[in-house]
């Protein structure tokens, strides 16, 4: 067994009672308990993606035997979040589960938890700083790293957009620094348009509609988010007749993040390439795995876990579990596995 999370591993693994009244870490105001109501804050409901895992909540925390509030949304909002766990704070939550929206921002949202000595388990995306018993996320520089190599081994010459996430959002950050860094490196003959789209549909369609119309010899577009930017994408291409399916000399190569039902239907189709599925199903239990012992007072330790991750400490000294975020294209994409291929379907 390969379990390092918790600084009792070797007692977890040889059977502790479920709430792990006698597990603990580090002891807290709820050290030794592990019970309570859980606050969930999604940053956003207006991408399948986030759809997707707001769904997989009830189902994990009923699997888990956590009791959750109804999930709040923030609603693209960061201020909007702070105030959001704020309420939920003054509900008495025990732990809090957040999917930050701004690195910086969220920090005031973390102190106010740890004032409560309430603790958070940021998912998706990393706090600059703060504290938080565990970030549930998978390698962002991956993602622009992969999707590097997919449209330059396919592209090797010419013009590309990258239609960038929230740069405020270490998500964007990563994913943008780590796609620019790559083509530089390995493709110099590659050069890269950046729309910067904050996770916007409308800024998505609005960017790439005036850059196709200056570029219409755009070779390829790596979008940072499937889940707002795949239908705007479409449909500008299709409006200037340059959605062509793989293998046509005129394609365009797409490829995305996220994972959804709709991008894995979009490759099968070839109107996009590829696609880095982001863990949707993984990213809510895991949440709910952590904040269930983050609350009995356990702490946690870099290294392997027993789910084939690693947890790896940030530079800020946070601690995320890394989750696996396969690749998907034309050669994989009716994997049963893959999150997008079991959404909606009875387990």
């Known amino acids: 067994m390969k379990r390092r999370i918790a600084a009792v591993g070797t007692a977890l693994a040889l059977g502790c009672a479920p709430v792990l009244t006698a597990c603990g870490g580090d002891s807290g105001s709820n050290a030794g308990s592990g019970s309570g109501r859980v606050g969930v804050v999604l940053p956003l409901l207006t ?31 960061p201020s909007k979040q702070i105030t959001d766990i704020q309420n939920l704070l003054s509900q008495d939550v025990k732990g809090l589960v957040v999917s930050p929206l701004d690195s910086a921002a969220i920090v005031a949202g973390l102190n106010a938890a740890q004032r409560k000595d309430v603790p958070v388990v940021a998912v998706d995306v990393a706090p600059d700083k703060g504290k938080v018993a565990m970030v549930v996320r998978a390698d962002n520089r991956a993602y622009g790293e992969k999707a590097c190599r997919q449209i330059g081994a396919a592209v090797k010459t010419g ?9 405020a959002s270490i998500n964007g950050r990563d994913r943008s620094e780590a796609f ?10 590659i050069r890269v348009l950046n729309i910067p789209a904050v996770w916007k549909a409308e800024r998505a369609a609005a960017g790439l509609e005036a850059l196709y119309t200056a570029h219409p010899d755009i070779k390829g577009i790596y979008m940072q988010a499937g889940g707002v930017y795949l239908a705007p994408t479409l449909s500008t ?30 490759i099968r189709k070839g109107q996009i390439d590829a696609t880095v599925s982001q863990p949707a199903d993984q990213y809510a239990k895991y949440g709910i795995y952590y904040i269930k012992r983050a609350m009995a007072g356990e702490t946690f330790h870099p290294g392997p876990t027993d789910h084939d991750s690693t947890i790896v400490r940030l530079p800020s ?23 997008g291929n079991q959404i909606g379907k009875s387990s």
Do not use: M
């Open 47 to 77: 991408s399948p993606f986030w759809e997707s895992y707001d769904s997989y909540i009830p189902k994990q925390a009923a699997a888990q035997d956590v009791r959750v509030l109804q999930t709040v949304n923030s609603d693209s909002d």
């Open 159 to 167: 013009k590309v957009v990258q239609i960038q996430g929230d740069l």
């Open 180 to 189: 620019s860094a790559c083509v530089k490196k390995n493709y110099p003959g």
């Open 237 to 266: 291409l299709r409006r200037h007749d340059a959605l062509v399916p793989a293998g046509d000399p005129k394609h365009i190569v797409i490829v995305s993040n996220d994972g959804i039902p709709q991008e894995l239907d979009a």
């Open 317 to 339: 000294g946070i601690l995320e579990d890394r989750l696996s975020a396969p690749l998907v294209t034309r050669a994989n994409v009716d994997d049963a596995s893959l999150w």
